[in-house]
């Protein structure tokens, strides 16, 4: 079948690949859909599938000429450097992570593995790699690792947004890791001449998050009548971003940034824990009006607070707006609407995801968290 036949642009069809790794994670896997929608080019998945990786995220994309999959680990170094040889990519995006604080408390090992070791794998790959090329193939190429504003620390009140010029001053050990995986893709750029960009984004919401974190998490229990745990008392300050939106800044990044730069990505919506489950909940009391759990705020249940917990995140997202003119679409109010909409819509793919294993994380994380009164936090 030709291309045109196909469906699929000439350019599409003829441009060099990118690796992504960690698509079939939550925002690998809507950046995924969202760069094949986009016709930009075929794109080679590099995924453990871990718990935290699902197929069924790209179930629409897995006939699509333009996308190949491939099961395996970022820190297997024979591997990743046969992907290179195989597609000569024009670019790796770096998503695939450990990437939640409460498991990195609970077992920091796997994060050190694959988000430093992992880094550190696609990097030597990639220089390797790209000491090969030359002419246009050796300009165009570029390396963007996704990373977070935890790596930041935490914020007072009053302190400005997160710039890229903020210390780095991580506190978890997932932080920890990002930081130091960040730190290598720095040394990288200085060193050996990567074309590598850095991109810290704050918290992401929307389709295919994973019902371990904040906002899945309270969705899915809500519709179930299970308690909500806030940990400690619900003041904590996120700055939200609707995925789409990031997988957006990720692609003007990837065309538009200068090598060697970093770019901090946020939506300018500081909101406290408690205030985003009480607004999950009305839109759960109007969406779901013969809920019989209604009103959902009443499974509102204050818990141990987690071990370290940053307070504030916030981020000033001035120079990616200003330099490569991104510009988040969504507000808070429409970006969670329409997650929780997807999540409604979406029973079977919250069932398939939270079988098992996800049962015994939750006993784990949330078995030695008793309920804490109100009054007494
Ligand atoms: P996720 O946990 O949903 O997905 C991670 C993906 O990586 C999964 O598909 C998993 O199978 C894969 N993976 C894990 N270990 C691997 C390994 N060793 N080899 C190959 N694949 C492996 O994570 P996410 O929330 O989609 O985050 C993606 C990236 O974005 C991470 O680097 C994270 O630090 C960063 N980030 C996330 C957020 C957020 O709010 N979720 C915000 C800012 C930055
Ligand atoms: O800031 C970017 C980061 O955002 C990413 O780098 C991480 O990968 C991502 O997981 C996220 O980290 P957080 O720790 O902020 O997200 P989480 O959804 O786990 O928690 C959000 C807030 O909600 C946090 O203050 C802890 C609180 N929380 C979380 C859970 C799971 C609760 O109160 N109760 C809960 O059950």
Sequence with gaps: MDAVKAGISQTAATAAPVIVTGGAGFIGSNFVLEWLAAGKGPVINLDKLTYAGNPENLASVANDPNYTFVHGDICDGELVAKIFADHKPRAILHFAAESHVDRSILGPEAFLKTNIDGTFALLKAARAYYDTLAGEEKERFRF???????????????????HENTPYAPNSPYAASKAASDHLVRAWVHTYGLPAMITNCSNNYGPHHFPEKLIPLMISNAQKGKPLPVYGDGQQVRDWLYVVDHCKAIMTVLEKGKPGETYNVGGGNQRTNLDVVNTLCALLDELVPDSPYKPHAQLITYVADRPGHDRRYAIDARKLEGELGWRAQESFETGLRKTVEWYLANKEWVEHVTSGAYQQWMDKNYGSREAVAEGTR
Aim: hydrophobic share 30%.
């Design 144 to 162: 963007l690792h996704v990373s977070t504003d935890e790596v930041y620390g935490t914020l007072e009140p009053e302190d400005p947004a997160f």
